[in-house]
């Protein structure tokens, strides 16, 4: 697969613009039935399209890696919905997590390695205080408070992200509480899992990663291990691209049976 096979320790993390502006039916072909039932449930249109848009370019961007066509993958999902590519024929040592916000999604795909990641659209009118205290570890509401106004909004979806992708990384959902562990952030503060209290050896697992992405939003990555090269890119329909160390523009189309 050249240019798009993972090397050890290696995450792709691609940027995807959900709108679904115009081909709503072709990418709801790509779909699996239960994929398209959930997106049916969707009570507003808008809501429904970025589901359609974000499963469908998952299912194209997994292809490149699997050499499957999108359409054929097949998920198993855990306990909590966390999916996985199932069998061995789908290249189950393929791991990935998808997250969206508004109209961005984010997705993460590695080898062999645990994955989570987050992205949300920074709204002040969420990021208050009391929302805070509510989920956040005593520790980070005291960093949060020490901040100037003005940069608390960024700080508290800094550590919102940071925590959310942790606690999709664990694939167990809402059963992990939020307070129950603590993440570093502020201006100029990398990513960093600082505490788990049921668990303390949790810190040396994972790294965590600030993702750069479109303004006015927030994204975090955590990858089991240490030492990860990560490649950036930016989903175009169909034809993904991104630009290595080199400068060079990389293309690759849409995998079918007989790989790239």
């Known amino acids: ?24 039916e072709r990418r709801r072909q790509l779909l699996s039935p239960d994929e398209v039932q959930r997106a049916d449930a969707f009570h507003f249109e808008r809501h429904r399209r970025r589901y ?17 066509a999108s359409r054929e993958l097949v998920f198993s999902y855990g306990e909590k919905g966390k ?15 998808l997250s969206n916000s ?21 709204n002040p009118e969420f ?34 992200t940071r925590k959310e992708a942790y606690i999709k990384a664990l694939g167990e959902g809402l059963s992990v509480p939020l307070d129950s562990f603590e993440v570093a952030f502020g201006p100029g503060v990398p990513a960093a899992l600082l505490q788990v209290k049921v668990n303390p050896s949790e810190v040396e697992r994972w790294s965590m990663y600030d993702i750069a992405v479109t303004q006015g939003f927030r994204s975090a990555l955590i990858v089991q291990g240490k030492g990860h090269r990560l490649r950036h890119m930016q989903w175009e329909e169909a034809e993904p691209s991104f630009r290595n160390q080199d400068g060079v523009i990389m293309h690759a189309k849409e995998a079918s049976n007989s790989g790239l």
Request: aromatic share 10%; net charge negative; glycine share 10%.
């Open 1 to 24: 697969m050249g240019d798009w096979a993972l090397a050890e320790n290696q995450v792709d993390i691609w940027q995807i613009e959900i709108s679904g502006q115009g081909g709503v």
């Open 52 to 68: 359609i848009a974000g499963r469908a370019a998952m299912r194209q961007i997994l292809g490149i890696y699997t050499g499957i």
């Open 83 to 97: 999916p996985e590519l199932a069998g061995e024929l789908q290249r189950p040592e393929i791991k990935f997590n």
């Open 102 to 122: 508004q109209d961005i999604a984010i997705l993460a795909v590695t080898q062999n390695l645990t994955v989570g990641i987050d992205i949300e659209w920074i």
């Open 127 to 160: 990021a208050t205080d009391e929302i805070a205290r509510r989920f956040f570890a005593a520790g980070e509401v005291q960093r949060l408070q020490a901040l100037p106004v003005t940069e608390r909004s960024d700080a508290f979806f800094a550590c919102w």
